[in-house]
C-alpha cells in the first residue's frame, strides 16, 4: 500500500505511533510528535512495515502482529 498519510500528533507517551484506515481503504499513520526525531523515523518505519504486511487484514491478535513486525525491524 503506497497511498498513506503521516500526521505528528501528541498521543500518550506509550504509544508512538498508530494507523488508520478509512472506508476507501486510504491509510493515515499517526506519528507522536513527543518522540525525537530518530524515534519518529523508527515509529515511522515500524507503522509502515504493518501497512506493507497488510497487517490490519489479517486474522492475528494485535500481539502476534506486533511480535511479527518487531522481528522484521532489521530487514527494512
Known amino acids: 500500500m503506497d497511498d498513506y498519510r503521516v500526521y505528528l ?11 488508520r484506515i478509512d472506508n476507501d481503504g ?32 489479517n486474522d492475528k491478535s494485535i500481539y502476534e502482529v506486533e511480535g511479527l513486525c518487531q522481528g522484521q525491524k532489521n530487514s527494512t
Open 26 to 57: 486510504f491509510a493515515s499513520i499517526y506519528i507522536n510528535e513527543q518522540l525525537s526525531p530518530q524515534a519518529k523515523r523508527a515509529a515511522f518505519l515500524h507503522e509502515l512495515r504493518h501497512l506493507r504486511n497488510d497487517d490490519m487484514y
Open 9 to 19: 500528533v501528541k498521543l500518550p507517551a506509550t504509544v508512538h505511533g498508530a494507523i
